[in-house]
């Protein structure tokens, strides 16, 4: 063959015979003076690299997802054969055949520097490997420009190859490298951008991928498509010239068009004061690291279909109780911010849209009878009726155009691209709700404020708030338990205590200060009257009713002053609803968890939670008292929920000068808690009590819980529970057919007439 003549040709050629040269004689001594400080690859034996923590529901449901890399680790089988075919066309042509270096390719690659010719990477895919690993907990090497870190790759890369097979060097591979908007590995690069599994890829849609490893910041079809469209050509031809595909094939999918997954925005999250608990845990138990970064599985007790129950009434009841505050104007208007009302895009708008939902409208005009706005794609206009509850009668008196309001859709007409929507706005007033499972413990459904996104603080877990009446509960089952019936006489009078020198006396007043004389202890529980609870309180002593605290789960200590029975302690909500649970539970208390169960990415189980139970009570007593609780539903405080036809009891709570409104109710099944209230301290406003503003939200949420569920079978009573026809208002013996006689329970021995009656 005659040899070249150009003097270029020559000197690149002879350059080119030297390298290889010098890089053939010289690997062995490199490797013995820069191996020894290097980390040991056998540390890969243990590949555990960054993976999604995932909580999910009790019934399976994904609710949650903590994480540094989106990553999902796969097989070498789970890899098609279509996807290695790519990624070694583009990346590492010789992979099978190399020994962890391309000698030639890196010949030419020093060659091209040496004449400052453009050059094409040297680097084989075992390499690349070696340059993203982190072995034995070291800095992965990255990619600064620099010989030494050149040098240990090539060493690390060599390693890679002497202790593992190709099949698990490509695997790992796969799994470990950087593809573009947030995803690691090819897996979820799959996911993400196809939405399925790397299994299923279609040749079009692996070359895309394979595309990707070059350059992931630059060449994510999400960033730049043109460019990414343009890598995979390339791809599919390396894929042709290498003999895995024919050139009409790769002809034929160079063609076909990008059809990436449809990428719609999360709606927001599901139970997400319930995950932000579960996160909490998980770090003060295992560490950050093992959170964000070892692919945990956390089962949790959560039921998916409470928790959408429990938001929904939360929010709903929230507006309807704002609006009695009555309304105030918006506090946006985009114009005013820069924005043109034509290009105004808010970023909820890219969701989609459902009858009921409240999403946000720019005001594009106003009239004396209407509202015009814009949601998105879509017109809508407000009619008088749709803002009566703000008393004004034009729209004019409310906004201007530019103004973000809320409002809530009523319609959809998809083809005219008109909404029916009635005026909202958000509440400043706050709500939490919890659920609990009575016999188990289980916390069902948990929200701990109106939204998530305006303040993380859980008001279920973590405010302390006034009881008011609702610690009634507790001083009428120590009196339960202390020999009192439900039937005993109590007397309802104005009443002043002396609690020691220098202190003004202590005089509990009733609401609106009317008293009734001789009342029964079921009456005025029912009724939630004041001045029997304190003296009842004093009659059995303060001391000895604080100490049925701790029984009951409340966590700090409870001052013994007789102003303790009107409800001045604190506690948070979920420590009253677990000890209103003791009731309906005969007499046992239930320590609410979150997680079931913890296992990490091997199968391990880490941790797994089993109901905790405590004796608070005698049964007897739980029943008596849950007897009278639902005296509240049937004739007290609490009758709005007796429409819902379904065995319940519950107490209210009310906070001086309507600052804080409780309802806690239960079945047979569970036991839910409702506080109402602003997290600075003020009214809610005149009247504005527990029956008024966290009874309906207790009543929603309990009609969403037995929408399609068969009744229990109601509240079973222990064996020496008896029950007798008494006076309602007198609490003696009467007749059942009496006008006002009502049967009630009593433990054995305690009834009217018994030779054991206190």
Known sequence: MAQSTNPFVRQAKGIFVLVVAALAGGISGVMFA???????????????????????????????????????????????????????????????????????????????NILRQRRRGASTLTQQLARQVSLDGAAPLGTEKLWTRKINEAIIALQIEKRYTKSEIFTL?????????????????????????????????????????????????????????????????????????????ADEA????????????????????????????????????????????????????????????????????????????????????????????HRRWHFGFAVSDVVPAVVTGTDDGAIQARIGRYTTTLIRDAFAWTRRRSGTELVTPGDLIDVRILAVDEEAGVLGTELEQEPEVEAALIALDNRTGRILSMVGGYSFDRSKFNRATQARRQLGSLFKGIVYTAAIDRGYTPAHIIMDEPVSFD????????????????????VTLRYALEKSINVPAVVLMHEMGPEAVVAYAPRFGFSSEIPPFLSVALGSAETT????????????????????????????????????????????????????????????????????????????????G????????????????????????FDQKRSLGNSQDGATVALPIWRAFMQAYIEDRPAPEGFVPPNNIVFVDVDATTGTLTEPWAANAIREAFVAGTQPGSLFEP
């Open 499 to 518: 609690p020691g020198p220098d202190q003004d006396p202590y005089e509990p007043a009733n609401y609106k200060n009317e008293y009734l004389g001789p």
């Open 254 to 345: 160079t063609a076909s068009e990008i059809v990436l997954a449809e990428r719609t925005p999360q709606r927001r999250s599901l139970a997400p004061y319930f995950v932000e608990e579960v996160r909490q845990h998980l770090e003060a138990a295992y560490g950050a690291n093992s959170l964000y970064e070892d692919g945990l599985a956390v089962h949790t007790t959560l039921d998916a279909r409470l928790q959408a129950a429990a938001e929904a009434a939360v929010e709903t009841q929230l507006r309807v109780l704002d609006k009695r505050h009555g309304y105030r104007p918006p506090t946006q208007n985009v114009v005013a911010d820069g924005e043109t009302l034509e290009n105004y895009a």
């Open 173 to 249: 591979y796969c799994n470990q490298m950087y593809l573009g908007s947030g995803a690691y590995g090819v897996e979820a690069a799959s996911r993400l951008y196809f939405g399925k599994p790397a299994l299923e890829l279609e040749l079009e849609e692996a070359a895309l991928i394979a595309g990707i490893f070059q350059n992931p910041g630059r060449q994510s079809p999400l960033l730049n498509p043109d460019l990414a469209r343009s890598r995979r050509a390339y791809v599919l031809g390396e894929m042709a010239d290498n003999g895995y595909i024919t050139r009409a094939e």
């Open 34 to 112: 820069y191996s020894r400080d290097l980390p040991e690859v056998s540390t890969l034996d243990d590949y555990a690299p960054s993976t999604i923590t995932r909580v999910y529901a009790a019934g399976g449901e994904e609710i949650g997802q903590f994480a540094t890399q989106q990553r999902v680790i796969i097989g070498y089988d789970d890899i098609p054969e279509v996807l290695r075919q790519a990624i070694i066309s583009s990346e590492d042509a010789s992979f099978f055949s190399h020994f962890g270096l391309n000698l030639r390719r890196l010949a030419i690659t020093i060659a091209q």
């Open 654 to 677: 009310t906070v001086d000068d309507f600052t804080d409104g409780w309802f806690v109710g239960f079945d047979p099944d569970i036991t839910v808690g409702v506080w109402v209230g």
């Open 573 to 652: 909500l979920e420590e009253i609803t677990s000890a209103y649970a003791v009731f309906p539970n005969r007499g046992i208390r239930m320590t609410p968890y979150r997680v079931t169960k913890i296992v990490d990415r091997d199968g391990k189980v880490l941790e797994e939670n089993r109901p905790e139970a405590h004796d608070a009570i005698r049964a007897d007593t739980a029943y008596v008292m849950l007897n009278i609780l639902r005296g509240v539903i049937e004739r007290g405080t609490g009758q709005s929920a007796r429409s819902l036809g379904w065995p319940i009891a519950g107490k209210t």
